[in-house]
């Protein structure tokens, strides 16, 4: 699995650590930054893993704010990208198998190292039920060809 992984400077620290936790399962991941903990726009890291995902060269991705809040709107942007902010598990495994979130959006001011990578794993390994609920899906692709309800 390759994982596409960006953060403003609120998450930079939380990215490092999920950075090595991935590699040290021999996953393939990219880092679009940000590298350093400098003040820094969230959305540019939001697009650039949406984009990533999109352009199909990742299969899922990891954003990181304060919050995780502004990551998933700039993400959502996306046409195609389905981000889910998750701060516990539960969550984290519905996105995945009800949702098809293609992006985890993680607050870094909000949950602590240890739950982050619960989640992680949780989302990178629970895979999408499709049926009834890539019909409620495909309702949502629709609005982004800009057919109306
Ligand atoms: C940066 O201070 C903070 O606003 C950002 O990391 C994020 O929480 C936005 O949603």
Known sequence: MRVALGSDHGGYELKKVILKHLEAQGLKVEDFGTYTSDSVDYPKYGFSVGNAIIKGEADLGIVICGTGQGMSMAANKIPGIRAAV????????????????????LGARVIG?????????????????????????????????GETV
């Open 86 to 105: 998750c701060s516990e598990t539960f969550s984290a495994r519905m996105a995945r198998a009800h949702n098809n979130a293609n992006v985890l959006s």
């Open 113 to 145: 190292a240890g739950l982050a990578l619960d989640i992680v794993d949780i989302f990178l390994n629970t895979e999408f039920l499709g049926g009834r609920h890539a019909v409620r899906l495909n309702l949502i692709s629709d609005i982004e060809r």
